[in-house]
T-cell receptor, first 114, second 113 residues
Framework: NAGVTQTPKFQVLKTGQSMTLQCAQD?????MYWYRQDPGMGLRLIYY???????DKGEVPNGYNVSRLNKREFSLRLESAAPSQTSVYFC?????????????FGPGTRLTVL | GEDVEQSLFLSVREGDSSVINCTYT??????LYWYKQEPGAGLQLLTY?????DMKQDQRLTVLLNKKDKHLSLRIADTQTGDSAIYFC?????????????FGGGTRLMVKP
């Protein structure tokens, strides 16, 4: 099992460019999450998908959109990138219905917006 | 929103014990977690504790939970250089939208040889 995979690993964008971050999990989890990590601020939830076909805003959704393409895949799109979106982005998945809500994380995408 | 707070840095010598502390505000937290992040990698779950427990031990790791004071700690015995990483405390509560986790800012543990 690969667990949670993310592409790309690194990306540099110019202000105003768009891009999509891809995430896939092979653990048959219902729930998937997108977080951003900034120094000293821990991880902040951008969007989540509690189950296939549903998506909801997290703590910091502005400037992002998501698509839960199927049970395995959950993508994050930046329509018009801004320097404030320079961050490390993590995708995670969990089988929340089982109680402990252990979340499994991908290796991250390091995004720089110039 | 609910808060989870940790100190930013901890430095210890190899072989000593490390204690990383965390405070949280959500009294309805059901599970509390410790995640480890090594340089350039994602987060990996180290251990978790259910809110009706006071302590959990797992090899070199001991988690203590003081629910009254909303204080969680992670003790690493016989700390090794391979334990150098950022450690995140997180909590899960029934009223968290989508069963999301609320993370602290992370404590960077530096282990000196």
């Amino acid at each position: 099992n690969a667990g949670v995979t993310q592409t790309p690993k690194f990306q540099v964008l110019k202000t105003g460019q768009s891009m999509t971050l891809q995430c896939a999990q092979d653990m048959n989890h219902n729930s998937m999450y997108w977080y951003r990590q900034d120094p000293g601020m821990g991880l902040r939830l951008i969007y989540y998908s509690a189950s296939e076909g549903t998506t909801d805003k997290g703590e910091v959704p502005n400037g992002y959109n998501v698509s839960r393409l199927n049970k395995r895949e959950f993508s994050l799109r930046l329509e018009s990138a801004a320097p404030s979106q320079t961050s490390v982005y993590f995708c995670a998945s969990s089988e929340a219905l089982l109680g402990t809500n252990e979340q499994f994380f991908g290796p991250g995408t390091r995004l720089t917006v110039l | 929103g609910e808060d989870v707070e940790q100190s930013l840095f901890l430095s210890v010598r190899e072989g000593d014990s490390s204690v990383i502390n965390c405070t949280y505000t959500d009294s309805s937290s059901t599970y509390l977690y410790w995640y480890k992040q090594e340089p350039g990698a994602g987060l990996q779950l180290l251990t978790y504790i259910f809110s009706n427990m006071d302590m959990k031990q797992d090899q070199r790791l001991t988690v203590l939970l003081n629910k009254k004071d909303k204080h969680l700690s992670l003790r690493i015995a016989d700390t090794q250089t391979g334990d150098s990483a950022i450690y995140f405390c997180a909590e899960s509560a029934p009223n968290n939208a989508g069963n999301m986790l609320t993370f602290g800012g992370g404590t960077r543990l530096m282990v000196k040889p």
